[in-house]
């Protein structure tokens, strides 16, 4: 939608789009490397970080190139989440919940998926396209500090 409101045709975005969707592919080839080097929490947190960043300065940029490589970051911070927060999700959840907690993990994600394109429309429509990312950065940075929470109780005195 802000590559239309800014003047790119469908072939542009779409490559924008998929950039997207290929980094987010790429990094989870070299996240278990990455994984035996950072803690979970440390990965989360610094993912969460960088995504609101990239949230913030994305609608700034007016260039196919630029928001090309918003779009090529936020997909290597989001395709580091996805498997973290499964990860993450099993280590604290007791062995009797864990089917609970990721049926849990699966309603939400699917029912965001279709309510937050609702939402998210209906804001952009009246408050802009721009308005929407900030507010989904804010959100975001508003867990980071849920995030950093979840390092283990005996890193609390090294971090």
């Keep these: 939608v802000l590559g239309h409101e800014r003047g790119l045709s469908a072939s542009v975005v779409g490559t924008i789009l998929g950039s997207f969707a290929v980094a987010s592919a790429m990094i989870r080839v070299v996240l278990p490397w990455i994984a035996r080097r ?3 929490y440390r990965l989360l ?3 969460m970080v960088c995504a609101s960043l990239i949230f913030a ?5 007016n260039s196919a190139l630029a928001m090309g490589i918003c779009s090529v970051c936020l997909g290597v911070v989001l395709g580091v989440v ?9 280590q604290i959840t007791p062995d009797h919940r864990q089917g ?5 993990r699966i309603m939400t994600v699917n029912a965001s998926s279709v309510i937050m394109p609702l939402i998210f429309g209906a804001a952009g429509a009246v408050a802009g396209v721009s308005v929407v990312f900030w507010v989904v950065g804010t ?7 849920q ?3 979840l390092r283990p109780k005996h890193a609390s005195h090294s971090s």
Aim: aromatic share 8%; with cysteine; hydrophobic share 45%.
């Design 57 to 61: 300065v994305y609608p700034l940029f």
């Design 147 to 149: 995030a950093w929470r």
């Design 38 to 40: 950072l803690q979970e």
């Design 139 to 145: 959100c975001v940075a508003s867990g980071t500090p």
């Design 45 to 47: 947190t610094g993912a």
């Design 82 to 90: 996805q498997p973290m927060i499964m990860s993450t999700l099993h």
């Design 100 to 104: 609970e907690a990721l049926g849990l």
